[in-house]
């Protein structure tokens, strides 16, 4: 179905969590956003993208009830928006809702890579910056291509098995095959240690043990720290916990574990833990060149250690190439 919208678009509301982030970096503003789930607020408050744009804590984020997609169309109607992005994955209700409030909806696939370019392409169009959108694309293409190219001889034995994980009380939920998470680690010289799973689920201590993983990854959406594993006496015949190397993914313009326009870095911030030898790039560098593109923002030391949770991954093996001069 095609859509028919004025652009550029003066007042869009998105449902979906990491595209307000991704539209104010295309558009290098926020004025446009007129509202976000309460989860994109979150992440900005807590990252560095609510200092860049302050102005986002005005933006409403009363826009769903309750956690996830079902859209407060009544809330949404009230915001007058030019056109309303939600998820295009989460069955037809969901976008259906809005369409009977005779708001204009624009539905956005986000789970893979290709997906991602595809939104940010989209939402390029509907900011009128459309050749910004794609400079943005073709800059993630490129490093793509040039992590592929300095990783592709690594032999199977010499990539470390990767175990991407949430934990939340006794549980602990995995990342597997066909899995953004995947994707990532597979990019970034790794092997995913739960490919023989599909999808993320949730697995017994058990399991966790038995895949022993080299490098485990805590993701974004609990706050679970490298700290909390290796003081976790359940943990302690794990590799991963032994060698200490466990670490807590980055908090940028928005959350490095799922897809953004932040993706670049994630992924070369991965490799250069998994393969310090052969990836030459220095992140802190890499970091500058793409905020000031994205953002026009110059990062300070003090905030790339933020963002690449320097405190946090401290103390877990390696961290001390990605920190800043002492």
């Given at each position: 179905m095609t859509v028919a919208v004025a652009t550029p678009a003066q007042r869009v509301v998105f449902l979906p969590m990491p595209a307000p982030s991704t539209y104010m970096a295309i558009d290098r503003s926020a004025a446009h956003v007129a509202g976000m789930n309460p989860a994109s607020a979150t992440a900005m408050q807590s990252g560095i993208l609510g200092r860049i744009f302050p102005s986002f804590e005005s933006i409403s984020t009363g826009i769903t009830r309750g956690a996830g997609v079902v859209p407060n169309v009544e809330a949404i109607m009230a915001l007058h928006p030019d056109a309303v992005l939600q998820w295009a994955t989460s069955g037809d209700e969901p976008i259906a809702m809005l369409d009977r409030a005779g708001l204009t909806v624009l539905g956005l696939r986000y789970g893979g890579q290709d997906e991602v370019e595809g939104a940010i392409l989209m939402m390029g169009k509907l900011a009128g910056q459309a050749s910004r959108a794609t400079a943005i694309v073709e800059r993630q293409q490129q490093r793509r291509a040039a992590l592929a190219a300095t990783l592709e001889a690594v032999p199977a034995a010499d990539r470390p098995r990767v175990l991407h994980l949430s934990r939340a009380s006794d549980s602990f939920a995995v990342a597997?095959?066909?899995?953004?998470?995947?994707f990532v680690i597979r990019i970034a010289g790794g092997r995913n240690a739960a490919d023989e799973i599909g999808g993320s689920r949730i697995v017994t201590l058990e399991q966790m043990l038995v895949w022993n993983p080299d490098v485990i990854l805590l993701g974004n959406f609990d706050t679970a720290t490298p700290g909390d594993l290796y003081r976790d006496p359940r943990l302690q015949s794990i590799k991963a916990i032994t060698d200490r190397r466990v670490y807590r993914v980055p908090l940028g313009g928005y959350r490095w574990d799922p897809p953004s326009h932040e993706s670049a870095m994630a992924w070369t911030w991965l490799a250069g833990l998994l393969h310090p030898g052969r990836v030459a790039i220095d992140l802190r560098a890499d970091m500058r060149g793409w905020y000031t593109f994205l953002y026009d923002h110059?990062?300070?030391?003090?905030?790339?250690?933020?963002?690449?949770?320097t405190r946090l991954n401290g103390g877990s093996a390696g961290y001390a190439r990605f920190a800043g001069a002492r």
């Open positions: 597997g095959r066909d899995t953004y998470a995947d110059a990062l300070s030391d003090g905030e790339i250690d933020d963002i690449l949770r």
